[in-house]
């Protein structure tokens, strides 16, 4: 069964440290979401690819948030420096046009 | 806000009985989807209606949509203690591309 994969799926990190979460989308899926997570905001899309292009990134922090996909078989969310309130759950899902999403099991990231 | 709000924001049954969720929205869509999360996962998607249907069924479930009360439900029949989860309604709007956005969730709880 084809699943996305999403690297660490647990990070424990210090103030001000770079953190870089990864994923592997399902092959053959053309459109890559990152999503983040909480109890308070619940679950926000922070940008999404297509065919490895950037659509959108509106819902980034552009300051301190990149997203890239440096091939189609792997996107990278990126945030430096971390802070505090970044912690959260990243969610990575994929798909293709006007198709249901399938996402991964998420990164739990805690900046502390 | 495109964001769909759902009701309740927790369910409490036992099993055998049916579970209801509603979700409500503001904006034109193009589908409205159904998404279930277990505890420490992704989420999982559950079922797609589009805008011009009504009714569609999935095993134990089904969901409604009238799009001139923008509402739509979700009803698992016959639950079970495996169908606790959170289950989330998102939107794909029709000026938002194939970007969704997810409503708050009802969390599900499901007595043995």
């Known amino acids: 069964d084809a699943r996305v994969t999403q690297t660490p799926r647990h990070k424990v990190t210090e103030m001000g440290q770079e953190v870089t979460m990864r994923c592997q989308p399902i092959?053959?899926?053309?459109?890559v979401f990152w999503y983040r997570q909480t109890m308070m905001q619940g679950l926000e899309l922070l940008a999404y690819f297509r065919n490895r292009a950037p659509l959108d990134d509106s819902g980034m922090p552009k300051d301190r948030f990149s997203a890239e996909m440096p091939d189609a078989t792997l996107a990278t969310l990126k945030i430096q420096p971390s802070e505090p309130r970044d912690s959260a759950v990243y969610f990575c899902?994929?798909?293709?046009?006007?198709?249901?999403?399938?996402f991964g099991d998420g990164t739990r990231l805690s900046i502390l | 806000s495109q964001q769909g709000e759902e009701d309740p924001q927790a369910l409490s049954i036992q099993e055998g009985e049916n579970a209801t969720m509603n979700c409500s929205y503001k904006?034109?869509?193009?589908?409205l989807q159904w998404y279930r999360q277990n505890s420490g996962r992704g989420l999982v998607h559950l079922i797609l209606?589009?805008?011009?249907?009504r009714e569609k069924h999935s095993g134990r479930l089904r969901v409604t949509l009238d799009t001139s009360k923008k509402s739509s439900s979700l009803l698992i029949t016959a639950s079970r203690a495996a169908d606790t989860a959170s289950y989330f309604c998102a939107l794909e709007g029709k000026s938002s591309g194939d970007k969704l956005t997810f409503g708050t969730g009802t969390r599900l709880a499901v007595r043995p």
């Open positions: 092959l053959g899926h053309n459109t």
């Open positions: 904006t034109s869509i193009n589908n």
């Open positions: 899902a994929s798909g293709l046009v006007q198709l249901p999403q399938h």
């Open positions: 209606i589009r805008s011009n249907e």
